[in-house]
Nanobody
Framework: QVQLVESGGGPVQAGGAPRLPCAAL?????MAWFRQAPRKEREGIAS???????DYSDSVKGRFTASRDNAKNTLYLHMNTLKPEDTAMYYC?????????????????????WGQGTQVTVSS
């Protein structure tokens, strides 16, 4: 198991650029960010697997950047040009093994470890 703790959420003005850290206790091959807005399905938005370049959903590509600090065992989500529609609970996910399938790195079913989430609320 990998324990995950997200932080950095809160109220943000539209256009803001907060950073969300996810501290991991334990090594993970793949780590990812998901988000879930009220009355919507959980959406995979960014992932990084060891040795691979980050993958992004179309909804955040060009605005959000994911990075990993392996020394600190921390995954980051750098958010830019926030919009009110980015308001959601943001979750960190991780998978210890190499089971995450190519092309499915943003699929929630590929991950067995989840954090509790951190709320980001964007006001216009």
């Amino acid at each position: 198991q990998v324990q995950l703790v997200e932080s950095g959420g809160g109220p943000v003005q539209a256009g803001g650029a907060p950073r969300l850290p996810c501290a991991a206790l334990g090594y993970a091959v793949c780590m990812a960010w998901f988000r879930q807005a009220p009355r919507k399905e959980r959406e995979g938005i960014a992932s990084i697997c060891s040795g691979d370049s980050p993958d992004y959903s179309d909804s955040v590509k060009g605005r959000f950047t994911a990075s990993r600090d392996n020394a600190k065992n921390t995954l980051y989500l750098h958010m830019n040009t926030l919009k009110p529609e980015d308001t959601a609970m943001y979750y960190c996910a991780a998978e210890r093994s190499s089971r995450v399938r190519v092309g499915l790195v943003l699929d929630a079913l590929e991950y067995n470890n989840w954090g509790q989430g951190t709320q980001v609320t964007v006001s216009s």
